[in-house]
């Protein structure tokens, strides 16, 4: 059974500073594997894709890396603003196509 | 666009009691989902429709039941509630099974 883990759990800022969120999966035959974001009692919104065969996406300060057979991605967020904070999901598609998540990074960027 | 939407948005119930959790997308979107968010759990999939006219299986279906009405909508019944199901329901869609998927609101449920 695919496990999803994010470290660290929460993680705290000051304005301007560039981070990365982890991300890594046990079961490294992927479809593709994506990254949300939720803000506080709101829905999941769509960050970034990678598909099995890329090595990274990027989209504005964003980027995600994905190293498939460590089973690991990254989440760089470049230059963080308060606007940032919210929790980071990872979730990983298998051969089925459903998606499994995890837990989230809970990100505080202080101003 | 609205994108996906969900009825209602806070729901209270006795134990015993059923309700409808309602979804709909104006994407044209072919496949649909049902999560389950609990602290510490993360999100969890119910059940699934790949296409219109067909349903799966989620990681915990047990307790629920889905009905893709057609296209744009996809129910879920929860035909007696325990005080297990509180959580949070999040219902999403996407163009394809391994597309990006869009996630609606969410509806807060508490059984108690």
């Known amino acids: 059974k695919q496990e999803v883990t994010q470290i660290p759990a929460a993680l705290s800022v000051p304005e301007g500073e560039n981070l990365v969120l982890n991300c890594s999966f046990t079961d490294s035959a992927i479809y593709n594997l994506q990254w949300f974001r939720q803000d506080p009692g709101k829905g999941l919104t769509s960050l970034l894709l990678?598909?099995?065969?890329?090595r990274e996406q990027t989209s504005g300060r964003l980027n995600a890396s994905l190293d498939k057979s460590s089973g690991r991605s990254t989440l760089y967020i470049a230059a963080s603003q308060p606007g940032d904070s919210a929790t980071y999901l990872c979730?990983?598609?298998?051969?089925?196509?459903?998606?499994?998540f995890g837990s989230g990074t809970q990100l505080t960027v202080l101003p | 666009n609205a994108g996906v939407t969900q009825t209602p948005k806070f729901q209270v119930l006795k134990t015993g009691q059923s309700m409808t959790l309602q979804c709909a997308q104006d994407m044209n979107h072919n496949s649909m989902y049902w999560y389950r968010q609990d602290p510490g759990m993360g999100l969890r999939l119910i059940y699934y429709s790949a296409s219109e006219g067909t349903t799966d299986k989620g990681e915990v279906p047990n307790g629920y039941n889905v009905s893709r009405l057609n296209k744009r909508e996809f129910s879920l019944r929860l035909e007696s509630a325990a005080p297990s199901q509180t959580s949070v329901y999040f219902c999403?869609?996407?163009?394809?099974?391994?597309?990006?998927?869009?996630f609606g609101p969410g509806t807060r449920l508490t059984v108690l």
């Open positions: 990678i598909q099995s065969s890329q």
């Open positions: 979730a990983v598609s298998g051969s089925a196509r459903q998606l499994t």
């Open positions: 999403a869609s996407s163009e394809f099974p391994e597309s990006t998927q869009y």
